[in-house]
């Protein structure tokens, strides 16, 4: 069973920094892109950024410049640097990976974190 356990969420006053941390485990032959996700309350989930295999990287509009995202692959790990905090990033922040399990699989599968919550105060 593979699992992604987020951490580092939590309250910041606007402006300050957080990072998050994500980590899968489990039986895992090769992880292709890592992203994460955010939803708020009464809004659709939204993706935040993503970071390929090789380190290609892509940002929502509203994150870039303040938020980024980083991956180590020998720990099977992906993190978001979050910095210039707005109370409109308050949301629930979910780790999102694409993951082979055996060297036979055609397609990755996607994986997902159950979430962590981040609230900025203005």
């Known amino acids: 069973q593979v699992q992604l356990v987020e951490s580092g969420g939590g309250l910041v006053q606007a402006g300050g920094s957080l990072r998050l941390s994500c980590a899968a485990s489990g039986i895992i032959f090769r992880i292709n892109g890592m992203g994460w996700y955010r939803q708020a309350p009464g809004k659709q989930r939204e993706l935040v950024a993503f970071?390929?295999?090789?380190?290609?990287?892509n940002y929502a509009d509203s994150v870039k410049g303040r938020f980024t995202i980083s991956r180590n692959n020998a720990q099977n790990s992906v993190y978001l640097q979050m910095n210039s905090l707005k109370p409109e990033d308050t949301a629930v922040y979910y780790c999102?990976?694409?993951?082979?399990?055996?060297?036979?699989?055609?397609?990755?599968?996607?994986?997902w974190g159950k979430g962590t919550l981040v609230t900025v105060s203005s």
């Open positions: 970071i390929t295999s090789s380190g290609m990287s």
């Open positions: 999102n990976a694409g993951i082979l399990t055996t060297v036979i699989q055609r397609g990755a599968t996607d994986y």
